[in-house]
């Protein structure tokens, strides 16, 4: 394992950073294709109502067949409906067909945006500016995925286009204990290379930590696998952060290699699951030194064929292998139970606990800046 190297780490990582007074993301050969789009219009669908305001399922759907389905509750994909290689069409996201599913007591969250900060703060409590903030310590004395009412939890204002569904919410000055008054907007675009492209910006009156981010829960085989287990997966990173008991970061980054936590070369996630205390729950540190559109990670099942890429602008990507899914959720769309290992997440983002780890790359927006950040998740088949 390597020492982290504070001033190495700061030095590699600076222009990796998602937070810029301009628009100063790049973008790689590698999503050349991705704005042409030929789409379907839909019209919006009742999905309930929560906190007095109407929720709506809103669909896209691209000229090969693809179908994404979001509710403007928790900004949820509910519905990723993409091909196998035999051309049969599969639900690849786990879900719930109502929204009282997505409502219920340990709903871990499936489909959603997150934020104001995606992972965990330490002991739920940080200083900016000379000023301590206290915030919900709802994991295990840490602040997860924003606290007792994230993004995640809102209902979003929505508009949908031929081309995309823009979300819209504004997180008032001290909501879930963060400073200033955050205007974000998320817009989910369906391409025609059947990829789902996640468009993040904000803006603030007040310096505040952010890291946005989505929860989706992956499993290619379309429900015909219980498990991940067999997925093969790749992940672009040498290594990780590495943390301690309660999942944060100790401050070193060891090197993957050689160790259950190395994805540099695709392999089963069940191969070295049982290696991993708890399963696999880290933030891994991408091979990159920019913020250009880069591949991530990719996920294959061979039973179906189907081929997942993951993009994005981020320094880093959370891989999840859905330990703590145990059974208990009800109304799941396939009628079976989610149970440990039955999906997977890969949360593009920057690292956990930033706000408390100076020579991690910063999470702080001020005011005259806009946190720009994009995501793809793209679909294909071998």
């Keep these: 394992m390597n020492n982290f190297k504070p001033a190495a780490i700061a030095f590699v990582f600076a222009a990796a950073l998602s937070i810029s007074a301009c628009n100063n993301a790049s973008t790689s050969k590698t999503d050349k294709d991705t704005s042409n789009t030929t789409h379907t219009s839909m019209k919006p669908a009742p999905f309930g109502t929560s906190d007095d305001k109407e929720v709506m399922e809103y669909t896209l759907k691209n000229s090969k ?3 994404v389905r979001i509710i403007n509750y928790g900004g949820i994909v509910k519905n990723i409906e993409v091909a196998d290689r035999n051309g049969e069409m599969g639900d690849v996201v786990l879900g719930f067909d109502s929204l009282s599913g997505y409502k219920q007591t340990g709903m871990p969250y499936m489909g959603a945006l997150i934020g104001r900060y995606g992972n965990r703060i330490a002991n739920a409590k940080f200083s900016l500016d000379g000023k301590s903030y206290t915030l919900a310590a709802n994991n295990n004395g840490n602040s997860l995925h924003g606290g007792l009412k994230g993004f995640d939890k809102v209902v979003w204002d929505a508009n949908q286009a031929d081309s995309a569904l823009i979300l819209e919410y504004v997180s008032k000055d001290g909501e879930e204990g963060y400073p200033g008054t955050l205007t974000t907007k998320v817009v989910y675009t369906l391409t025609n290379d059947n990829a789902l492209k996640i468009d993040y910006t904000a803006t603030t009156d007040k310096a505040t930590p952010i890291n946005l981010t989505n929860h989706s829960y992956f499993n290619l085989s379309a429900g015909k696998s ?55 729950d880290h933030n891994y540190v991408l091979n990159k030194t920019d913020k250009s559109l880069t591949v991530a990670a990719t996920v294959y099942d061979s039973a179906s064929g189907r081929f997942m890429e993951v993009l994005t602008t981020e ?62 998740y793209r679909f294909s088949v071998k």
Excluded: W
């Design 315 to 376: 320094p880093g990507i959370q891989f999840y292998s859905g330990n703590f899914l145990d059974g208990k959720l009800t109304g799941t769309k396939t009628g079976k139970p989610y149970l440990q290992h039955s999906g997977l997440c890969l949360e593009a983002q920057h690292f956990p606990d930033s706000p408390n780890q100076p020579s991690f790359p910063s999470t702080i927006l001020k005011p005259g800046e806009t946190y720009r950040q994009t995501t793809l």
């Design 226 to 280: 219980p498990t991940i287990d067999d997925h093969i997966l790749m992940i672009n990173a040498d290594k990780y952060t590495i943390v301690n008991d309660k999942l944060i970061p100790t401050g070193k980054l060891p090197e993957v290699k050689g160790s259950p936590m190395d994805f540099t070369t695709p392999k089963k996630i069940g191969r070295d699951l049982s290696k991993v205390a708890g399963g696999y």
């Design 65 to 67: 067949g693809t179908i």
